[in-house]
């Protein structure tokens, strides 16, 4: 090989290299709270914005895939809601503006999370249970 080739074989891949990881970075995003590097894409959503570590998100959205919101802080998972097709939807409030989203589980959602979000109001009820034998 001449000294040429070399050269422009280094700079191509060079900007291989940086285009790579480039769409990489599209391609995944870092929790901000656990700090996992999560992929976009995820069974069973289309528009992944939730850690499926810690389940953890981004208020990145005002309509779900738009990445239209301005805000960017770090939505706490509060609970999971059940759809008539028994489909599990985390239910997220933006700790920053209190925004409240709905997000679609994943099918690579850590499954402990998830069920101590839907234990939780049998885990702490709103109420004392000693009133429920009253009644």
């Known amino acids: 090989m001449t000294?040429?080739?070399?050269?422009?074989?280094?700079?191509?891949?060079?900007?291989?290299?940086?285009?790579?990881?480039?769409?990489?970075?599209?391609?995944?995003?870092?929790?901000l709270h656990c700090g996992l590097d999560v992929p976009m894409t995820a069974a069973g959503t289309g528009h992944r914005n939730h850690c499926p570590n810690c389940l953890w998100s981004r208020h990145v959205d005002d309509i779900p895939g738009d990445r239209a919101a301005d805000c960017g802080a770090r939505m706490e998972p509060l609970a999971i809601?059940?759809?008539?097709?028994?489909?599990?939807?985390?239910v997220h409030r933006c700790v920053h503006c209190d925004v409240l989203h709905a997000n679609r589980t994943a099918g690579d959602d850590n499954v402990l999370p998830l069920t101590r979000l839907a234990v939780r109001p049998l885990a702490q009820p709103p109420f004392p249970l000693e009133r429920l034998g009253s009644l």
């Open 81 to 90: 809601s059940v759809r008539g097709d028994g489909e599990w939807v985390l």
């Open 3 to 31: 000294p040429g080739v070399v050269l422009t074989m280094s700079r191509n891949s060079r900007n291989t290299s940086k285009r790579a990881r480039l769409e990489a970075r599209a391609e995944s995003f870092r929790c």
